[in-house]
């Protein structure tokens, strides 16, 4: 089955500076990648997403790259304000033999703190 | 309007007993998830149905049973519950089974005591 891994587990950063989080995965057939967005006591929601198709993508002060070569995907936020402090999951569909599951693996999560 | 709406938000109950937590979207989607989601934050699919039909049921206890009446309503009924099904539980759906942008539902933070 599909294997994704993140990291850092915890990222804390100065507000104004970038941050950047880290996901690999394992499987090739997979080609459809999401970041989401945790706040305490809320359900994750979706703050990107990024296709097999496509190396980049970016909206405002959120990026996300793509390398399928080497299976690996990066979160980038640039300007880090206070209210970006959240969890943040990275996730790969699973897309065996051409069969779309509609099953999202999940990264282990990455704390992120934005210091004022 | 709440896209996805789980209940109960907070539920606390006696090891043995059995609970249901239910969840609605009014999306229009077709696809309907429950994940697990551990103390350690790791969110872990459990059941998928697509249109009422049951698509995804990974390794989980048969002391978890979903049920869809539709495709606008999940449920998950649990059984003689354990300490170790503490956990928040999340309902999510997506267009279809090919499109993979869930929506979330706020969670059910569920302890066995």
């Known amino acids: 089955g599909e294997n994704v891994e993140q990291h850092p587990s915890t990222l804390s950063v100065q507000e104004g500076d970038s941050a950047v989080i880290k996901c690999t995965y394992s499987?090739?057939?997979?080609?459809?990648f999401p970041w989401y967005k945790q706040e305490l006591g809320k359900g994750p929601q979706l703050i990107i997403d990024?296709?097999?198709?496509?190396g980049e993508k970016k909206d405002q002060r959120i990026a996300v790259t793509l390398n399928k070569t080497a299976k690996h995907f990066s979160l980038h936020i640039t300007e880090t304000q206070p209210e970006d402090s959240a969890v943040y999951f990275c996730?790969?569909?699973?897309?065996?033999?051409?069969?779309?599951?509609?099953?999202?693996?999940f990264g282990q999560g990455t704390i992120l703190t934005v210091h004022p | 309007d709440t896209a996805v709406s789980q209940t109960p938000k907070y539920l606390v109950t006696q090891m043995g007993n059995d609970k249901s937590i239910k969840c609605e979207q009014n999306?229009?989607?077709?696809?309907m998830y429950w994940y697990k989601q551990d103390s350690k934050k790791f969110l872990k699919i459990m059941f998928s149905y697509n249109n009422k039909e049951l698509i995804i049921n990974e390794t989980v206890p048969n002391r978890f049973s979903p049920k869809s009446p539709d495709k606008a309503h999940l449920n998950l009924h649990i059984n003689s519950l354990e300490l170790g099904d503490s956990a928040v539980y999340f309902c999510a759906s997506s267009q279809d089974r090919s499109h993979y942008g869930y929506t979330f539902g706020s969670g059910t933070r569920l302890t066995v005591v």
């Open positions: 996730a790969a569909n699973l897309n065996a033999g051409g069969t779309s599951y509609g099953k999202l693996t």
């Open positions: 499987d090739s057939a997979s080609n459809y």
């Open positions: 990024i296709r097999s198709n496509v």
């Open positions: 999306l229009g989607h077709d696809t």
